[in-house]
């Protein structure tokens, strides 16, 4: 079946070799089933999104040789279908507004009756419910009672391609609210989130193989939990490796010392930039 593939970069700086790999392993997948390769630009942090980087990743795209099918599609362009979303499961009693900041939070789970230790989940300490209960409101940031969301859903399992234990993966949907919690859907700066965007937009492009770093597998889980609320199907995901640098340290989304310009800029060629990740050269 042609799968149809997507690379979803923020363009918020240069690409460099974690995102090549990211994009050639996404493209190949593509074309190798004779299906689609799409390109995203994730620029919902408009602030960040503002330095021309979406052009210059579009170059370095072309420079490694792939192509994409259809216009490249902009997050900032669907913050209706967003809000569309958080309106449906706010009526679903799901969504809750939240005012902490922090410095709030951090407060919170210091204190005495919240245990030794904070969890750490996908996006950071564990939310320990303060506004829970709240009114979805003006300027402040829209939380998932995570606790309702499971209770409204089963079947949470998805479909690893990947080279790391391939099959189906479930979801522990206990383990998930001790170790993930009440997350954001909307911050207030945004009107969305990484999650929910992400989300409907894989669905809005008809995504059939969710290639993406093997850091972002924890956040599958509530991607999946989402597309259950909102009656979306679910791809398969192919978490793949990272990219690490001399040292074995994963290259940082702002570690430009490894951009690809400088690569071109020294004269390599896209087959070199394959060798160097270890991925197979093409003719
Ligand atoms: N925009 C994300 C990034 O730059 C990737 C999102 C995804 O692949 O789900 O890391
Ligand atoms: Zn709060």
Not at 11 to 20: D, I, K, N, Q, V
Not at 46 to 68: E, K, M, P, V
Not at 187 to 216: C, I, K, N, P
Not at 265 to 283: C, F, H, K, S, V
Request: aromatic residues 6%.
């Amino acid at each position: 079946m042609g799968e149809v593939t997507r690379f979803a970069p923020s363009p918020t700086g240069p690409l460099h070799l974690g995102h090549a790999y990211a994009a050639i392993v996404a493209h190949d997948m593509a074309r190798a089933s004779g299906g689609r390769f799409l390109v995203r630009m994730e620029d919902i942090d408009r602030a960040r999104s503002r330095g021309g980087w979406d052009l210059a990743a579009l170059d370095d795209l072309g420079w490694l040789g792939l192509t994409w099918d259809g216009p490249v599609l902009y997050q900032s362009s669907r913050l209706p279908a967003y809000r569309a979303a958080l309106e449906r499961l706010e009526a679903m009693g799901l969504l809750y507004g939240c005012t902490c900041t922090r410095g709030d939070i951090r407060a919170a789970l210091s204190a005495p009756q919240e245990g030794a230790f904070p969890v750490i989940g996908p996006d950071g300490p564990v939310y320990p419910g303060t506004c829970r209960g709240r009114p979805v409101a003006e300027g402040a940031a829209i939380r998932l009672d995570l606790t309702r969301a499971v209770n409204r859903t089963r079947d949470l399992e998805y479909r690893e391609t990947g080279p790391t234990c391939p099959g189906l993966r479930r979801i522990d949907a206990q383990a998930m609210l001790s170790g993930v919690g009440d997350i954001v859907l909307a911050r207030r700066d945004m009107g969305t989130s990484y999650h929910l965007s992400v989300v409907l937009d894989d669905a809005f492009q008809g995504v059939t193989t969710v290639t993406r770093g093997e850091d972002l597998a924890e956040a599958t889980e509530i991607h999946v939990l989402l597309q259950r609320l909102l009656d979306l199907p679910t791809p398969a995901y192919h978490h793949h490796r990272l990219i690490r640098d001399d040292q074995g340290k994963r290259l940082a989304k702002r570690d430009d010392a490894r951009a690809l310009s400088l690569y071109r800029a020294e004269g390599a060629t896209p087959e070199d930039i394959r060798r160097m990740l270890g991925l197979q050269t093409i003719g």
